[in-house]
């Protein structure tokens, strides 16, 4: 089955990325440690079996190894003030390849691609959520239904449990041109993925790196702590 792999990115420049490890690492080593998730994610995605892989980028790339990756992918920029709005924005952008869509972010670089695989089979929808409370991975056979993102808050504790919600309430549409009855769109049917650790704290860049030891993140992580403080 063919689907798309849609990755939310960031471009890992000082200072605008994973600055929730500051302290104990710098601004410089966080963006490095971001490089090396955002690489380890690339790579997952272009092995995943059936997967056409494309990248939603928020900011310019500089460093030349990030580049090189992403010239392997569809690359499209990232819409939208918020980032609930981005994210309803880049399933609506994707939504033009007519397929699935399986999206994840650049958070769980021990993802495999065995395992994005496997979280691409389902009927209507998926989410596996992040073990602090939020969510990793959303898929949607209409990628057009992440529009119910909108109302949900993110980087929240309950984000993931709200998402669930909001994926299976039924709702009305929009008013059709005629001005007659709202549609009203019934709830999707979700299926539960594994729960992962994504990164938002050095706890969690240290589980995570201790999960996927031959990673480029875990290399990353060990170069820093090597650096004499």
Known sequence: MRFCLLVMAKSPIPGQVKT???PPLSLEEAADVAAASLLDTVEAAL??????PVV???????REDVRDALAECVVIPQRGDSFAERLVCAHADVARFRMPVLQIG????????????????FEEAALGLALDGG???LGLRDPLRAHVLRDVPMSRADTGARTL??????????????GGTPETLPGLRVRTLPALSDVDTIADAHAVAAQAPGSRFAAALLAIAAVPR
């Open 20 to 22: 929730r490890l500051c």
């Open 47 to 52: 092995e995943t079996p059936g997967a056409v």
């Open 56 to 62: 939603a980028l928020a900011g310019v790339v500089r």
């Open 106 to 121: 650049m958070d769980t670089p021990q993802v495999t691609p065995a395992l994005l695989a496997s979280c691409a089979e």
């Open 135 to 137: 969510w990793w991975a």
């Open 165 to 178: 919600e909001a994926l299976t309430r039924s709702r009305a549409n929009s008013l059709p041109d005629n």
